[in-house]
């Protein structure tokens, strides 16, 4: 607002007191109108609205302590060219200041353990029910497995890869397998594994012959990782002690895990192989060792008819070295495949392959060993 607002023209009549000398010349002083008014701030006239004010034609922009917003956009014309003012930025903190110490991370689980151990006691309850009542039920919960089992692998190999591996032929091969080697041994067990990778062979050649030797390459080592290596179980069980032999080696394989599980989560610190599994530390596989061989002495001196603890020490190493690389090759091929679970089956665990993983490689391990230190049964 300008002095003509104020309905006189600019400096006229006696505007109070100053220190700048007497008053000027003019109408003399009234002390009534004083009260009524109150001094002003000198500014320059504004055009009335409407005018050069409101185009870019040759107008001079207004400046003064009335237009600090417009004298501020015009010292950052260059940086801003559209006249945008730019926020606020809160001040960098000096170097020197006190920085807040960081807060101590609490590591976790990375699963729902309360799921997990839930699902493992279950499963742990129908394993060990199916093996003492009847073990042909046993063998068909082995079968049931690999079938699962087969079917997330060669799912998650066609959803990633685009890998076709036969299903139909590797369940049905899968299951013949494992009953194989329960009637017949390891006889049974190899002349199984022929005939499937031959069913695989034959079944590929009805679809078109691009990647052929892809998927039945996928198809064969599919039979030998999951149904092959599970009919080592069922070749234990054909033992006249089977069931504690099977027993046996269940228990040393989950001790091996949770031994590196307890250890590794608590006093882990130099990682086993990076690249394969992050979470697997050198401390975690000490602690498997130190379970796995206590687990095996008590086992081979307590359940297995002539064993001795000393063979167990030796068994328990076996299998916490089989049952961590058996996990490593998973982990491989999980990578490869870009996933984390094979499958989401059991809560907590994944799918029937993550928990199949460790046991597996196991079986043939534990199987012989038995055998060289006690005999076929």
């Excluded at 068909?140 to 690999?146: D, F, K, L, P, R």
């Excluded at 679809?207 to 149904?227: C, I």
């Excluded at 394969?276 to 359940?303: D, H, N, W, Y």
């Amino acid at each position: 607002m300008n002095d003509s607002s104020w309905g006189a023209p600019p400096h006229t009549g006696y505007w109070g007191p100053t220190d700048q000398g007497p008053a000027p010349a003019g109408p003399a002083y009234d002390a009534r109108d004083a009260q009524h008014t109150r001094p002003m701030p000198v500014v320059p006239d504004v055009p009335d609205h409407g005018g050069d004010q409101d185009d870019d034609r040759g107008a001079a922009r207004l400046s003064g302590p009335l237009f600090r917003d417009e004298t501020f956009r015009d010292q950052t014309a260059q940086a801003h060219p559209y006249g945008e003012v730019p926020q606020k930025q809160d001040p960098e903190p000096m170097a020197d200041a006190p920085q807040p110490a960081p807060q101590p991370q609490k590591k976790s689980a990375g699963r729902d353990l309360s799921a997990a151990i839930g699902v493992g006691v279950g499963l742990g309850a129908v394993i060990v029910a199916s093996l003492f009542v009847i073990k042909a039920v046993f063998v068909g919960v082995v079968a049931v497995a690999v079938v699962v089992g087969l079917w997330e692998l060669t799912k998650r190999l066609e959803e990633r890869k685009g890998i076709r591996a036969p299903l139909v032929p590797l369940a049905l091969g899968g299951a013949a397998m494992v009953v194989a080697g329960y009637v017949r041994g390891a006889e049974g067990a190899w002349v199984a594994m022929a005939l499937t990778a031959l069913a695989v062979l034959v079944w590929r050649m009805t679809e078109p012959p691009a990647d052929y030797l892809r998927d039945v390459t996928a198809g064969v080592f599919a039979a030998f990782y999951v149904p092959f290596l599970a009919t080592f179980v069922t070749m234990m069980l054909a033992a006249d002690d089977g069931p504690w032999r099977v027993l046996t080696f269940l228990l040393l394989t989950v001790v091996s895990d949770t031994g590196a599980y307890a250890v590794g989560w608590r006093f882990g610190r130099r990682k086993l192989a990076p690249r394969i599994s992050p979470g697997k530390t050198r401390e975690g596989l000490l602690g498997a060792v130190a379970f796995a061989m206590a687990a095996g002495a008590l086992c081979m001196q307590f359940l297995i008819e002539g064993g001795a603890w000393w063979q167990g020490l030796l068994l328990g190493l076996a299998v916490a070295a089989s049952a961590t690389l058996g996990d490593l090759g998973e982990s491989m091929i999980k990578r490869d495949l870009g996933i984390k679970d094979m499958g989401t089956l059991l809560p907590g665990h994944g799918g029937i392959m993550d928990r199949l993983d460790s046991l597996l490689p196991t079986a043939p391990v534990v199987w012989l060993l038995l055998v060289l230190f006690v005999g076929s049964g």
